[in-house]
């Protein structure tokens, strides 16, 4: 039973001490002590080939040594590492998603862009003559006429020529824009309309083509803002009833949506900081918990009294005892060294150990 083994081995114990006790210190004792309380909370290291002498001498005085018990290999401790961020839930990822599709727009007439074509755009260095100025002026007139007839492609030929004459006049950019709006070539009409607002910032059909263009894109906002530019600069009833009854319903739409998704998103990264914050909070108090306890104890990791015996601090056979993955393990318990400490300041503690320490202890009734 437990009661005779553990008088036979505090026997053993206290023979041992006196006849050693003139050769050996206080912290060999008190390593002595360490594995006697060792071998409590583990009989099964007794089984260990080095300490055969040991187990013997048990044995010899009648001691039941436990059989050494089949367990699955157990990892060995591991630092702990820092906690990993979890990934986005997928509600997160869904209000990621585009505002454009989460917004319900009447994208009636919108359509898909076109490549940009090779059109004359002139060497924005030339500094036309008056003659040739008169010249673009010509071939304005005759491109106008020919927009009027329906000659589209004729038209296009004559505002790249009055172009290529005169780059740096505004009014041909912006009426050749308008003619591909006319050709559902928005963004080719961008691109002039833009080309035109460079050269003249006041230029109210740069503006006006630049929205419409805009608009047959989906581009709501920015249409939204060329037009009302347009306005601005020249008014006109059917650009406010465009503005009125399709542009700005759409481009409402998208700022409300956009800005309640801003909303969103820096209501996410201020929980996310508050989380964080938290995080860091815990194991700061966790890492000062523990230095705390270690204090307490005496300093070694885990609160063992007397600190960590050295390899030449052990007595012989004793060595790779401490080296025992679950030993190490149940070391850093702070219950645990609690109750060791306790058992080595009185033996009779052991029946009140703990509920991590009493189990270990059972195993050698």
């Not at 007139?141 to 030929?157: P, S, T, V, Y």
């Not at 050749?176 to 309309?193: C, G, I, T, W």
């Not at 600069?233 to 998208?254: F, M, R, S, W």
């Not at 108090?285 to 960590?308: I, L, N, Y």
Request: aromatic share 4%.
């Amino acid at each position: 039973g437990i009661n005779a083994e553990y008088g036979e081995f505090q026997t053993f114990q206290h023979y041992f001490i006196q006849i050693n006790l003139s050769m050996m210190e206080a912290k060999q004792l008190n390593q002595l002590k360490m594995f006697i309380d060792a071998c409590k909370m583990k009989p099964e290291i007794l089984h260990e080939p080095k300490l055969a002498f040991f187990k013997n001498y048990l044995l010899s005085m009648g001691a039941t040594i436990p059989e050494l018990k089949k367990t699955e290999a157990k990892p060995e401790p591991k630092i702990p590492t820092p906690e990993p961020t979890p990934e986005p839930m997928e509600e997160e990822e869904e209000e990621m998603e585009s505002e454009e599709e989460e917004v319900e727009l009447d994208n009636t007439g919108v359509i898909a862009g076109e490549a940009l074509l090779d059109l004359p755009m002139g060497d924005p260095e030339k500094c036309p003559t008056e003659e040739e100025m008169d010249q673009a002026n010509s071939l304005r007139g005759q491109a106008m006429r020919a927009m009027g007839d329906g000659e589209l492609e004729n038209a296009l030929k004559l505002f790249g020529e009055a172009i290529e004459l005169n780059p740096s006049a505004a009014v041909l950019f912006a009426k050749r824009s308008q003619l591909l709006l006319r050709e559902k070539k928005p963004n080719n009409a961008v691109r002039d309309a833009e080309k035109a607002l460079t050269l003249n910032p006041d230029n109210a059909l740069a503006h006006k083509c630049k929205g419409k263009a805009y608009r047959l894109l989906g581009k709501w906002e920015e249409s939204a803002l060329a037009l009302a530019a347009g306005q601005k600069c020249d008014y006109d009833d059917d650009t406010q009833e465009l503005l009125k009854t399709i542009v700005k319903p759409n481009a409402e739409k998208l700022r409300v949506a956009r800005l309640k998704k801003e909303s969103s998103r820096r209501e996410r990264e201020h929980k996310d900081k508050l989380e964080r914050v938290r995080k860091a909070k815990e194991a700061r108090q966790k890492a000062h918990e523990e230095a705390k306890a270690r204090d307490s104890m005496g300093g070694m990791p885990g609160g063992m009294p007397g600190g960590m015996p050295g390899e030449d601090d052990i007595p012989p056979g004793m060595a790779g005892i401490f080296n025992d993955p679950e030993i190490a393990t149940l070391l850093q318990d702070p219950e645990v060294v609690q109750a060791m400490a306790a058992i080595q300041q009185n033996p009779a503690n052991n029946t009140n150990s703990g509920p991590k320490f009493t189990p270990t202890c059972d195993d050698v009734d």
